[in-house]
């Protein structure tokens, strides 16, 4: 008991990192209900959640130095942007495909996540291709003796695409500050694990490119946050990269245009909702005694304040101009 009592301070956490970490997840989780309820009230076109996934995305970002290291997130990483700087505000007006989205100005899908301040990196639609950018970041970091990583997620579908290969491939031939991280969430659409990899785990083919591979419950933010720390760790002494993946499971459709019913039983979906980290990493906090019901009121009170002030802008805010169309495709 001492021991589980201690396991934020002996990752050298204080309380209140371990409570903004819960309270990024449960922003990411709060924003992401409200898009479903807009969505099907015909207000915003499409959803791709990050429900089930925010423990691993939170308990990593925060592994990570958020002032130099590179954040390549695919779309379903709420957590990671928000934790990376990016405002419930900024989330909405991409919902809204509103002019004022920082990610795209409207142009791109919820879910393209950019933000050139916060070094979150584009992303395009076919998934993988942010792999070797995240690859080619962190060699030009090392080429000019910079002090970064380069942290870059995908699914486990994605970890088949020639992309995660060739990126891993290079990367670790030349020892490069990587932080490969599979977000398993056993599905990819509709095809489930058993269908996508012959082999046991996604951390199986670290050993094929020549740096360490591991596995942990996505579920848990504090053993994603060992993990990640780590593998920033092993990158900045020029160790070279790793692959990290979190086991977890996704608790929504594959997007707002899915019917999971068709294949995926409830039961099952029943069962994963049970170890949402939304539910058990608040237990543990209130198991050491610095979170109660009362706090956590407080924080859910606080949040959808800032939910509701950032559907309310992002709502009203004005679309681009047509012309706007025509802009940064060439330089100017
Ligand atoms: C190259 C490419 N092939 C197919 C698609 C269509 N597609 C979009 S998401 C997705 C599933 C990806 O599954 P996974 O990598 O496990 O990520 P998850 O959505 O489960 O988080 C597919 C097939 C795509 N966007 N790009
Ligand atoms: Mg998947």
């Given at each position: 008991m001492?021991?589980?009592?201690?396991?934020?301070?002996?990752?050298?956490?204080?309380?209140?990192?371990?409570?903004?970490?819960?309270?990024?997840?449960?922003?990411?989780?709060?924003?992401?209900?409200?898009?479903?309820?807009?969505?099907?009230?015909?207000?915003?076109?499409?959803?791709?959640?990050?429900?089930?996934?925010?423990?691993?995305q939170v308990g990593a970002s925060f592994a990570l130095d958020r002032e130099?290291?590179?954040?390549?997130?695919?779309?379903r990483d709420m957590g990671v942007v928000l934790a990376f700087g990016m405002t419930a505000k900024e989330l909405m007006l991409s919902a809204?495909?509103?002019?004022?989205?920082?990610?795209?100005?409207?142009?791109?899908?919820?879910?393209?996540?950019?933000?050139?301040?916060?070094?979150?990196?584009?992303?395009?639609?076919?998934?993988?291709?942010?792999?070797?950018h995240a690859v080619g970041i962190a060699l030009a970091g090392k080429m000019e003796n910079k002090d970064l990583c380069t942290f870059v997620t995908f699914g486990e579908g994605s970890s088949n695409q020639g992309d995660f290969h060739?990126?891993?491939?290079?990367?670790?031939?030349?020892?490069?500050?990587?932080?490969?991280?599979?977000?398993?969430?056993?599905?990819?659409?509709?095809?489930?694990?058993?269908?996508?990899?012959?082999?046991?785990?996604?951390?199986?083919?670290?050993?094929?490119?020549?740096?360490?591979?591991?596995?942990?419950?996505?579920?848990?933010?504090?053993?994603?946050?060992?993990?990640?720390?780590?593998?920033?760790?092993?990158?900045?002494?020029?160790?070279?990269?790793?692959?990290?993946?979190t086991v977890s499971y996704r608790l929504t459709p594959h997007s707002s245009d899915d019917d999971d019913r068709s294949y995926r039983d409830r039961e099952e979906v029943a069962a994963a909702k049970e170890k949402d980290s939304i539910i058990t990493f608040a237990a543990y906090l209130k198991e050491i005694g610095i979170f109660d019901d009362e706090k956590e009121k407080e924080m859910n009170d606080r949040i959808m304040k800032i939910v509701n002030e950032a559907t309310d802008y992002a709502e009203n805010a004005p679309y681009a101009d047509a012309e706007d169309a025509l802009k940064y495709v060439y330089a100017e």
């Amino acid at each position: 008991m001492g021991k589980t009592k201690n396991r934020h301070k002996a990752l050298g956490l204080s309380d209140e990192q371990v409570l903004e970490m819960y309270e990024t997840m449960l922003l990411a989780r709060r924003i992401d209900e409200r898009m479903w309820l807009l969505n099907r009230a015909g207000k915003i076109p499409f959803v791709i959640s990050c429900q089930g996934q925010e423990a691993a995305q939170v308990g990593a970002s925060f592994a990570l130095d958020r002032e130099k290291d590179y954040a390549l997130p695919y779309y379903r990483d709420m957590g990671v942007v928000l934790a990376f700087g990016m405002t419930a505000k900024e989330l909405m007006l991409s919902a809204f495909a509103k002019a004022e989205d920082p990610n795209s100005g409207g142009r791109q899908m919820p879910g393209h996540f950019g933000q050139k301040k916060n070094r979150i990196v584009t992303g395009s639609s076919p998934v993988t291709t942010q792999v070797p950018h995240a690859v080619g970041i962190a060699l030009a970091g090392k080429m000019e003796n910079k002090d970064l990583c380069t942290f870059v997620t995908f699914g486990e579908g994605s970890s088949n695409q020639g992309d995660f290969h060739e990126g891993a491939n290079f990367a670790g031939v030349h020892k490069l500050p990587v932080i490969f991280m599979c977000e398993n969430n056993k599905y990819a659409i509709s095809v489930p694990i058993e269908k996508q990899l012959a082999c046991e785990k996604v951390s199986d083919r670290a050993i094929g490119y020549g740096m360490p591979g591991v596995t942990v419950d996505g579920n848990d933010p504090l053993a994603v946050y060992q993990a990640v720390k780590e593998a920033a760790d092993r990158g900045r002494k020029g160790e070279g990269p790793t692959l990290v993946e979190t086991v977890s499971y996704r608790l929504t459709p594959h997007s707002s245009d899915d019917d999971d019913r068709s294949y995926r039983d409830r039961e099952e979906v029943a069962a994963a909702k049970e170890k949402d980290s939304i539910i058990t990493f608040a237990a543990y906090l209130k198991e050491i005694g610095i979170f109660d019901d009362e706090k956590e009121k407080e924080m859910n009170d606080r949040i959808m304040k800032i939910v509701n002030e950032a559907t309310d802008y992002a709502e009203n805010a004005p679309y681009a101009d047509a012309e706007d169309a025509l802009k940064y495709v060439y330089a100017e």
